[in-house]
């Protein structure tokens, strides 16, 4: 509790400070805010690690984190940013204490920011916010950490959902109460990849950078017309397996062995508003790591690729598409209709999350994870697409 307390001394102290200076400094930055985060919350059990399986032979279900982001409050400028009801976004730094440092570390994530009103009124705001970026300062898997079957890689990715209600108290100081759920995987490119995923009540101290109000700008929204569109990506990925069963040398067992993915990917759209597109599609993927054959020879892995066909899988998916002015995100779940049947598979329906950039006209570049039991990642994939409008 006195840690507690010390770090939002800390933070209500740099806001004072900032405010006891020459305000118009800030004047050219009128849009922007500095923010800070504190929460402390739980970690799902969804591996055994966590459950109790570790050097400490004890729950991993408890963590807290610190984060401080840069905003910026859109006014009305672009169409977009009217649709989202005056959206902020920025960049954010977040760092986590999981209770256990010898066995995690304390990670550190960079990341952008995405938060923008269910609701606005005058001094309160109702919100739903995205961030997503990358994690590092990891205690990864590897032979003297042999338990964390969680963190497979010293690099992940960082995911985070949540809710807030946003509370008005200055001109230029707001308070945020919410909660987020956050997940951190390497998306199966290093195993084990089991991944963290947390959920945690959300306090936050907002500070406008100076005293000039913002004015949003309203504007007439064109009625919308529905529009179709096909696009087309191919994607590559790489997915790591451990035999960690096999009498191999153990720097060798611990590296496991990568197999390359590759496939391409159709959907066809229907856009029905200016901030959803519906619609249904398919995925072909060559995935080198099923019915690959393995065996060891002088202690060494020989691993023998199967036949081409075996490595081919078909899937359909219904496909929603949320667009944030050049970005979209994506939502895919999916079932295999063609794979070859082996013990052990992971289940025929599994989930596609991503996440897609505009590059220019037609052109977009994307990521997205393939999960299973909606919290497992099985592989990342990089696309490339074109879109037939």
């Given at each position: 509790?006195?840690?507690?307390?010390?770090?939002?001394?800390?933070?209500?102290?740099?806001?004072?400070?900032?405010?006891?200076?020459?305000?118009?400094?800030?004047?050219?930055?009128?849009?922007?805010?500095?923010?800070?985060?504190?929460?402390?919350?739980?970690?799902?059990?969804?591996?055994?690690?966590?459950?109790?399986?570790?050097?400490?032979?004890?729950?991993?279900?408890?963590?807290?984190?610190?984060?401080?982001?840069?905003?910026?409050?859109?006014?009305?400028?672009?169409?977009?940013?009217?649709?989202?009801?005056?959206?902020?976004?920025?960049?954010?730094?977040?760092?986590?204490?999981?209770?256990?440092?010898?066995?995690?570390?304390?990670?550190?994530?960079?990341?952008?920011?995405?938060?923008?009103?269910?609701?606005?009124?005058?001094?309160?705001?109702?919100?739903?916010?995205?961030?997503?970026?990358v994690a590092f300062n990891w205690k990864s898997y590897s032979p003297?950490?042999?338990?964390?079957?969680?963190?497979?890689?010293?690099?992940?990715?960082?995911?985070?959902?949540?809710?807030?209600?946003?509370?008005?108290?200055?001109?230029?100081?707001?308070?945020?109460?919410?909660?987020?759920?956050?997940?951190?995987?390497?998306?199966?490119?290093?195993?084990?990849?089991?991944?963290?995923?947390?959920?945690?009540?959300?306090?936050?101290?907002?500070?406008?950078?100076?005293?000039?109000?913002?004015?949003?700008?309203?504007?007439?929204?064109?009625?919308?017309?529905?529009?179709?569109?096909?696009?087309?990506?191919?994607?590559?990925?790489?997915?790591?397996?451990?035999?960690?069963?096999?009498?191999?040398?153990?720097?060798?067992?611990?590296?496991?062995?990568?197999?390359?993915?590759?496939?391409?990917?159709?959907?066809?759209?229907?856009?029905?508003?200016?901030?959803?597109?519906?619609?249904?599609?398919?995925?072909?993927?060559?995935?080198?790591?099923?019915?690959?054959?393995?065996?060891?020879?002088?202690?060494?892995?020989?691993?023998?690729?199967?036949?081409?066909?075996?490595?081919?899988?078909?899937?359909?998916?219904?496909?929603?598409?949320?667009?944030?002015?050049?970005?979209?995100?994506?939502?895919?779940?999916?079932?295999?209709?063609?794979?070859?049947?082996?013990?052990?598979?992971?289940?025929?329906?599994?989930?596609?999350?991503?996440?897609?950039?505009?590059?220019?006209?037609?052109?977009?570049?994307?990521?997205?994870?393939?999960?299973?039991?909606?919290?497992?990642?099985?592989?990342?994939?990089?696309?490339?697409?074109?879109?037939?409008?």
């Amino acid at each position: 509790m006195i840690k507690k307390v010390f770090v939002f001394a800390v933070i209500l102290f740099f806001f004072k400070a900032i405010d006891a200076q020459n305000a118009e400094i800030f004047s050219p930055l009128n849009n922007y805010s500095v923010q800070a985060s504190y929460q402390i919350g739980y970690v799902f059990p969804t591996n055994d690690f966590v459950r109790g399986v570790n050097a400490e032979r004890d729950t991993i279900d408890d963590f807290q984190t610190f984060s401080v982001k840069i905003l910026k409050q859109t006014t009305g400028e672009k169409l977009w940013e009217q649709l989202y009801n005056y959206p902020e976004y920025g960049l954010g730094v977040y760092v986590a204490d999981f209770q256990n440092p010898e066995e995690i570390g304390n990670p550190i994530a960079l990341y952008g920011y995405f938060k923008a009103p269910f609701y606005r009124w005058k001094r309160i705001n109702i919100n739903y916010e995205l961030g997503a970026g990358v994690a590092f300062n990891w205690k990864s898997y590897s032979p003297a950490n042999p338990y964390n079957i969680a963190i497979g890689a010293p690099l992940t990715v960082y995911l985070d959902l949540g809710a807030n209600a946003q509370f008005q108290l200055t001109n230029r100081l707001f308070a945020d109460i919410g909660f987020s759920l956050t997940h951190f995987s390497n998306g199966k490119l290093k195993s084990p990849n089991y991944g963290l995923n947390t959920i945690a009540p959300k306090v936050s101290l907002k500070y406008k950078l100076s005293k000039k109000p913002i004015n949003f700008i309203q504007q007439d929204v064109p009625k919308y017309h529905p529009e179709n569109e096909l696009y087309v990506s191919a994607y590559t990925g790489i997915k790591n397996i451990l035999y960690d069963s096999l009498n191999i040398d153990a720097s060798e067992k611990y590296e496991g062995e990568s197999y390359y993915i590759f496939g391409i990917s159709s959907v066809f759209n229907r856009q029905i508003s200016y901030k959803s597109k519906i619609g249904i599609g398919f995925s072909m993927s060559y995935n080198g790591s099923v019915d690959a054959q393995v065996a060891v020879d002088n202690g060494e892995l020989q691993v023998t690729p199967g036949p081409f066909i075996d490595h081919l899988q078909i899937s359909l998916f219904p496909s929603y598409e949320l667009v944030i002015n050049k970005f979209s995100v994506m939502l895919q779940p999916s079932v295999y209709i063609y794979r070859k049947k082996l013990k052990n598979q992971t289940p025929d329906f599994y989930q596609r999350v991503g996440l897609k950039y505009n590059m220019f006209k037609n052109f977009y570049v994307g990521v997205n994870l393939r999960a299973y039991k909606y919290y497992i990642s099985d592989f990342i994939e990089w696309n490339l697409g074109y879109s037939f409008l």
